[in-house]
T-cell receptor, first 111, second 112 residues
Framework: GEDVEQSLFLSVREGDSSVINCTYT??????LYWYKQEPGAGLQLLTY?????DMKQDQRLTVLLNKKDKHLSLRIADTQTGDSAIYFC???????????FGQGTELSVKP | DADVTQTPRNRITKTGKRIMLECSQT?????MYWYRQDPGLGLRLIYY???????NKGEISDGYSVSRQAQAKFSLSLESAIPNQTALYFC???????????FGPGTRLTVL
């Protein structure tokens, strides 16, 4: 079945770059997403990439997609303490709006 | 005002009780979803509905039921709550082309 995997924790120093990785199994994925969950809040969409793209950049965020290896990454440049949150990778196949989420990566940014 | 609201925000109940969690949205979206979040497991889909007459089971529907009372309302029921249903529950909405799902703030449910 469909599966999305992420490592659970990442710790970086303020000002460094963070790279959060994700692997997925569904080769028919059409869109891949990164959501952010701040403490005590719901999920908010950070960015998404269509499956025929290799890269998408949006200010401090860079998404890389390696479709051959089914690997997605999110790079946050100049990471700030306000970036501390849980980051979820998700993929959408070809069955309407259903999303399959990874376990979430808890990013801790130390001053 | 929030576009997707959930009530209650927190609930403590006892094993065997029936519980209803409610979700309302003002986004005018046809598609609504219920997820549960457990530490280390991410979000798992319980049920989803693509319009008022459409209900579909998700990955983990056992022990749960849903009702789509109107386009704007989607309720999740636990018929007889058990402790391993203790989790954070999220409602979400979307519309084609489904580029984004919009999440409510979550309901923290504890079953003793």
């Amino acid at each position: 079945g469909e599966d999305v995997e992420q490592s659970l924790f990442l710790s970086v120093r303020e000002g460094d770059s963070s790279v959060i990785n994700c692997t997925y199994t569904d080769s028919s994925s059409t869109y891949l997403y990164w959501y952010k969950q701040e403490p005590g809040a719901g999920l908010q969409l950070l960015t998404y990439i269509f499956s025929n793209m290799d890269m998408k950049q949006d200010q401090r965020l860079t998404v890389l997609l390696n479709k051959k290896d089914k690997h997605l990454s999110l790079r946050i440049a100049d990471t700030q303490t306000g970036d501390s949150a849980i980051y979820f990778c998700a993929e959408r196949g070809n069955q309407g709006g259903k999303l399959i989420f990874g376990q979430g990566t808890e990013l801790s940014v130390k001053p | 005002d929030a576009d997707v609201t959930q009530t209650p925000r927190n609930r403590i109940t006892k094993t065997g009780k029936r519980i209803m969690l409610e979700c309302s949205q003002t986004k005018g979206h046809d598609r609504m979803y219920w997820y549960r979040q457990d530490p280390g497991l991410g979000l798992r889909l319980i049920y989803y509905s693509f319009d008022v007459k459409d209900i579909n089971k998700g990955e983990i529907s056992d022990g749960y039921s849903v009702s789509r009372q109107a386009q704007a309302k989607f309720s999740l029921s636990l018929e007889s709550a058990i402790p391993n249903q203790t989790a954070l529950y999220f409602c979400a909405t979307s519309d084609p082309p489904d580029n984004e799902q919009f999440f409510g703030p979550g309901t923290r449910l504890t079953v003793l």
